[in-house]
């Protein structure tokens, strides 16, 4: 089975050495998305959750998939207490771009990520096709 190693410039553009997606048959693992280089970084949380969503569900769009078909995420917040202090913001984004059909999700708590100003980071798997 091939393995085919993608960047996507236009939706959320990697660093160097690093693969933005992989495919391997009907699964794509898509490495972990942040709002960097946008202007919600150092914005509020959820403008920034907005951004990474958007881009993950338009790198699988990208493969000929849609949302239902991402399966997993792990989303890395430097605040869980911020995180959850906007549940209802973060439901409401959810169901925007998941539509009820929601993937299992991990929640982790780190101390910071790649850039100042950016708070949450999600990595996601889709089963395409």
């Known amino acids: ?3 085919i190693r993608r960047d996507y410039p236009d939706i959320a553009p990697a660093g160097p050495n690093v ?6 048959g009907n699964l794509l693992f898509i490495a972990g998305c942040p709002a960097r280089g946008t202007d ?7 403008d920034q959750l907005r951004v990474t ?3 993950i569900t338009r790198i699988v769009a990208a ?3 849609t949302p239902s078909d991402i399966v997993k995420i792990t989303t890395f917040v430097t605040s869980v207490a911020e995180w959850r202090a906007h549940a209802s913001e973060k ?4 169901q925007e771009f998941f539509k009820g059909e929601y993937p299992a999700n991990t929640l982790v708590e780190i101390t910071g990520l790649a850039e100042p100003g950016l708070d949450v ?3 996601a798997t889709a089963a395409l096709g």
């Open 91 to 94: 439901e409401a984004l959810f």
């Open 63 to 65: 493969e000929g998939g």
């Open 40 to 46: 919600a970084q150092g914005k509020p949380i959820m």
């Open 1 to 3: 089975m091939p393995v």
């Open 121 to 123: 980071e999600i990595e």
């Open 19 to 24: 693969s933005r997606g992989v495919l391997s």
């Open 53 to 55: 969503l958007d881009r």
